[in-house]
């Protein structure tokens, strides 16, 4: 197993930093970001004493080295947990009014999890959360077709502090370089982008993505939330979330955990069906254009 760091310390000075004014972004541009270079980055969506909160209470989770590091780990399933301003991420406001914007469909949350990148950590690998066939790691449900993952920061992502890292468009790629697979240890193109804590970076599950090597002196957390239109089912069954402990979530969270094989489409759908539309503004060229 490869346990190098991704980059060295003394590259990161030259990294080509991006510096989009991610604040400026209306919704729309925020969309043609994400469907284009495959990611976005809402900032300022968690006041300080939310992410006080939040971190106090994801410190007390029991908490997984990953095989290759023991300065990166995390929690999985934090929506079980009694974590009540964590869970309450789920259905944050203005989160969930750019996701339905986004899918035009209902959501669905597949996952919540807590990821710490601790001083030392040597990088994550760049990698794509699609595996359209699932995969040991990630499991059935990361079949969908259709998911993105809303990564909630808890602290300030700085050069030296595992800052995201992103390979624009790699997501439209068609060519065997970009089987969702495939997993690099850097990347020529790659970019790196920081923010302050309270942001999240909106990605698409197809792009491909990571983060640097912790070369600070504190913690890098992350809220990790998945969420997918209520149409992108896995592409076989998967478990069900246990009824008894989505009854125990608050009422307005319960709604984003209804069955996990939701799957709404049409398998016996005729070359020309009845009622067909003669417009569809999710799909216009010209959706970017207009002014949220």
């Known amino acids: 197993m490869d346990t190098q760091p991704t980059n060295s310390r003394e590259s990161l000075a030259t990294a080509n930093r991006v510096s989009v004014d991610w604040g400026a972004l209306s919704g729309v541009e925020r969309i043609r970001h994400l469907e284009l270079e ?75 999890c807590y990821a710490c990148s601790q001083p030392g950590h040597p990088g994550i690998a760049i990698h794509t959360d699609s595996q359209p066939y699932g995969s040991q790691i990630f499991g059935l449900q990361a079949s969908s077709p259709c998911l993105v993952r809303v990564l909630y920061y808890l602290d300030e992502l700085t050069p030296l502090c595992s800052p995201f890292k992103a390979i624009p468009r790699s997501h439209l790629s ?47 957390r992350m809220l990790a939330i998945a969420y997918r239109p209520a149409w992108a089912g896995p592409t ?11 009854a125990k979530l608050p009422a307005e969270i319960q709604p ?17 069906p009845d009622g067909m539309l003669r417009s569809a503004a999710g799909i216009n060229p010209g959706r970017w254009e207009k002014q949220a």
């Not at 984003?256 to 020309?272: A, H, K």
Request: with cysteine; glycine share 4%; hydrophobic share 35%.
């Open 174 to 220: 068609l060519h065997s370089d970009a089987i969702p697979y495939k997993r690099y240890l850097s990347h020529k193109d790659e970019v790196m982008v920081t923010c302050k804590a309270g942001s999240a970076a909106v990605i698409n599950q197809k792009f491909f993505h990571g983060n640097y090597p912790n070369y600070s002196d504190h913690d890098r």
């Open 38 to 112: 495959g990611y976005v980055v809402i900032p300022d969506l968690i006041s300080t004493d939310q992410l006080a909160a939040i971190g106090q209470e994801l410190a007390q989770l029991p908490t997984k080295s990953v095989d290759y590091s023991p300065h990166q780990g995390g929690a999985n399933d934090v929506h079980w947990t009694d974590s009540p301003e964590s869970i309450r991420m789920i259905a944050l406001p203005p989160m969930v009014e750019f996701l339905q914007q986004l899918f035009g469909d209902e959501l669905i949350c597949t996952s919540v």
């Open 236 to 246: 076989a069954e998967v478990e069900e979330w246990d009824p008894r402990k989505v």
């Open 256 to 272: 984003f955990f209804q069955s996990l094989n939701t799957r709404r489409i049409e398998f016996d759908v005729p070359n020309r």
